[in-house]
Every structure is written in structure tokens, then in C-alpha cells.
């Protein structure tokens, strides 16, 4: 399958209005994701790694936030012949719409159900393994405990999830240092400074994150005896929990 060039903040913009994950971001995503993100790629094959050491028979896997369901098929690749089901949410149509062409051309054999809902609507149950993979920076921070705590209450005993978020820094020169390197990289990646520019000021007010400590706090807070971070590239990081 052919991947387009992200070019959605290419040309100045009257009005940058709020980042969505439509059908122009849904056709540009795997070129987007891999040029903004330090280290996406090693993340998806470690998942799974993950799902290969960690997923229990019989068991459900969720991708909550599945965007074009790389997660999903790397959980599905680590799964093998156990017997167990992959339920990957996302609210957007235009993703899952594109997702599904990516699971027709996949060869994995566990079965892989896309649902087009709320990930804070959607009931988690038998999961050994779970995971928010630069999903939970989209949800409303007030309501991020109660998720965190629904989805450990869903989790079979030693079950794992994985929490992949954009982090804020807590002292302001870490934070600058960290931004700035961030950007270099997607410079080095071939985006523009006006690209830059206008895809933060999209996402200001639609991604927000916090820092790594409030993350562990809340984990711990939700019931999980492990949280450790194994993954960290700038201000991009990826904990491990497990029940």
C-alpha cells in the first residue's frame, strides 16, 4: 500500500483551526506518525514483542485509539495461534475506514474487530494487554483517572498495559531543551518551519500533555503493582504497567 507525503500544513493558513483526525490526516498518517514521532517504529515492533511474551490465551487485547490500527497488527503478529481477539477503537470513520485496508492486506490470523466509538465508552474485559499508544493526550485530563481505573478493573491478573504519551517537562529549560530538539528532528524529517509552526498551534488545544510523574502517579493510583518507563526519546514516552 502506497503511503502519501504529509503536506496538510505545507501552505500558510489563515486560520489554523483544531487538529482532527479526518480523511486528509487518515491519508497521510503513516508518513505523518513516522516523521513527528522519535522512535514510533521501535515502539510498534516492541509492542509487539510485548503481546508475543505477555498476551494469555483466551484473553482479549485492546488498541484503544487504534488510528490505522498499527498497534492492532503489531499485537496481532505477536499473538500468533493463541486463541485471542484484538478490539481496536477509534471515533474517527475516516481511520477505521483506512485501518480495515490495512488489515485486509495483513497476514496475521487472530481476529481483529475495529469499532468506531468513544474509547471512554467501551467496556474492557478478559484483557491481558491493553494499549494507549499516544491516545490518552487526547482525553480530557479530569477524566483520564477514571479511564486509567476502568481499564485496570477490565485487566486479568498480570495482564499489561501499555501508556505511550507526548510528556510535558517540569522544569521550564528541560522543557525548552526537549522542544527544541524535537523539532530538529522533524527538520531533519522535512517539514518546515511554517509546518511546524501551524501543526503546533493545531494541536495546542487538543493535545495536552502532562508530566511523567503525574502519568506514574495516576497508574499506581489505578492499582498497577509495576510502572516503568521502556522507552523514552526527548519528550516522547512509553510506560509499562502491569496488574
Known sequence: ???????????????????????????????MIQRSVPGYATIINMIATLAARRVQSES?????????????????????????????????????????????AD????????????????????ASMVVLNFTLQFVSPERRSGLLQHIFDGMLPSGILVLSEKIALGKPQAQALFTDMHHAFKKG???????????????????LPETLATHQDRLFQAGFNTVEVWFQCFNFVSLLAIK
Open 107 to 126: 497476514a496475521g490470523k487472530a481476529p481483529v474487530d475495529f469499532v468506531c466509538a468513544d474509547i471512554q465508552d467501551i467496556k474492557v474485559e478478559k
Open 189 to 207: 524529517q522535512g517539514y518546515s518551519d511554517l509546518e511546524i509552526s501551524q501543526k503546533r498551534t493545531a494541536l495546542e488545544n487538543v493535545l
Open 60 to 104: 482479549l487485547c485492546y488498541d484503544l485509539g487504534c488510528s490505522l490500527g498499527a498497534v492492532a497488527l503489531a499485537m496481532r503478529s505477536g499473538i500468533g495461534d493463541r486463541d485471542c481477539r484484538v478490539i481496536a477503537v477509534d471515533n474517527s470513520p475516516a481511520m477505521l475506514a483506512r485501518a480495515r485496508e490495512f488489515l485486509e
Open 1 to 31: 500500500m502506497t503511503m502519501a507525503k504529509d503536506k496538510i500544513y505545507a501552505d500558510p493558513q489563515a486560520l489554523v483551526t483544531d487538529f482532527v483526525f479526518d480523511e486528509a490526516v487518515a491519508g497521510v498518517f503513516p508518513d
